[in-house]
């Protein structure tokens, strides 16, 4: 259940309440794909790291180890360790962007596994009864994502096509929340507002699910190629049509900028690779700016990454050690650099939190939005 606190212009500040604890919002849920963040950390630095909610992925964890091991197994919070919410996205992006020879029908999608080939079928039933093993607090539903651009006429069909999928999701969760076996009978579902880049498909999509009377409410389908600009233009099409009561979720998204001017737009749920990924190749997001630890000039510079941060990285260790791990392809050194860069982008949502609060967010967004892009 999401309580709005309070607004500044669109901005919202809020509560959701689920069964695995509340959740302060605008939030940024930190990816563990295959129930774990790469770059070797555990459910306890995440912990460490501000991280309220994490988010696995329904395709891979069917692929491996199997959602129905995962079940056995008590569902995907006893098998991680981990006690706060947990998304699950549809594994719908997944299936468009990384399986080999899909066909789409009404009934689903057919495709190859990306790991070894093998034929698999997913529709909006298979991906509730996958999320459903897992056991999440919150599934998406199962959508097709389509690429940037495509034909008006096709992305029309599609976003059509997701709607009737998406009234598939909520009867199957339904179904399956009522079982006696279902590890998580409180499982709540997020339906996606697809469209691509054509703001009257987006429009017609959100109003339709709109009254559909789900949990929450994500926008799907951006992030993907498209620019900066143009994916704004259809946040801010959208948000009027998204419910108030609601939380709204913005996937896949994005850098400390996309998300400074999405929290303006009105979007509360945030999630991206990034932080990970770029902390995996040297890339550190600081106060100052994002530094590249590989550069010669860290050498001999044995101050910490950022004095304005309290993770173990910057408590304990100088930009010359962790520059040396790197170059000696020491696992610490990724590891050090992931944990950075999570509790940089957690201390940025707390930031943004109480800036809402405060009724400085405008401010804050004005005064750090160029420092936060700029590469020192």
């Known amino acids: 259940m999401y309580k709005l606190l309070k607004t500044e212009g669109s901005a919202r500040r809020g509560e959701f309440k689920t069964v695995h ?68 996205d549809s594994g719908g ?28 079928f997913m529709g909006p039933e298979q991906s509730m009864q996958i ?41 199957e969760m339904k179904r399956l929340n009522s079982l006696d076996d279902t590890i998580n009978k409180n499982q709540m579902l997020f339906g996606i507002n697809q469209g691509g880049t054509y703001k009257d498909i987006r429009i017609e999509n959100m109003k ?7 949990d929450g409410y994500a926008i799907g389908g951006l992030a993907v190629g498209e620019p900066a600009e143009v994916m704004y233009e259809i946040i801010e099409a959208v948000e009027p049509y998204a419910p108030k009561e609601k939380p709204r979720y913005l996937m896949g998204v994005g850098t400390p900028a996309n998300i400074l001017e999405a929290v303006d737009r009105g979007i509360d749920f945030f999630d991206c690779v990034m932080p990970s990924r770029n902390a995996r190749h040297g890339h550190l997001f600081t106060s100052k700016g994002i530094i590249n630890i590989n550069n010669n000039k860290y050498e001999r510079d044995d101050s910490p990454i950022d004095e304005n941060c309290d993770c173990e990285l910057c408590k304990n260790y100088s930009k010359a050690y962790l520059r040396h791990l790197f170059k000696a392809k ?31 967010f405008n401010q804050f967004k004005k005064e750090h939005i160029e420092i936060y892009s700029t590469r020192i």
Request: hydrophobic letters at 40%; aromatic letters at 6%; proline letters at 3%.
């Open 21 to 88: 604890g509340t959740v302060q919002t605008p939030v940024f849920q930190n990816v563990g794909t295959c129930a774990a963040i790469k770059g070797g950390l555990s459910a306890i630095d995440l912990k460490s790291s501000g991280c309220q909610i994490e988010l696995s992925n329904t395709y891979h964890l069917h692929l491996r180890p199997g959602d129905k091991i995962i079940k056995e197994l008590g569902g995907l919070h006893k098998f991680m360790n981990w006690d706060r919410p947990i998304l699950t």
């Open 93 to 120: 992006f997944q299936v468009f962007s990384l399986a080999k020879l899909r066909n789409i029908t009404e009934e689903g999608v057919q495709f190859q596994s990306h790991i070894d080939g093998t034929k698999i």
């Open 131 to 171: 999320q459903s093993n897992l056991a999440s607090t919150i599934a998406m539903a199962f959508d097709e994502c389509v690429e940037n651009p495509s034909p008006k006429d096709y992305v029309a069909k599609s976003s059509e096509r997701t709607i009737r999928w998406l009234k598939r999701c909520q009867a």
């Open 208 to 214: 339709t699910i709109a009254q559909m009377e789900l």
């Open 330 to 360: 020491e696992m610490l050194g990724m590891r050090l650099a992931v944990v950075h860069n999570l509790r940089f982008y957690n201390k940025l949502m707390e930031d943004i939190r109480l800036n809402l609060d405060n009724g400085t």
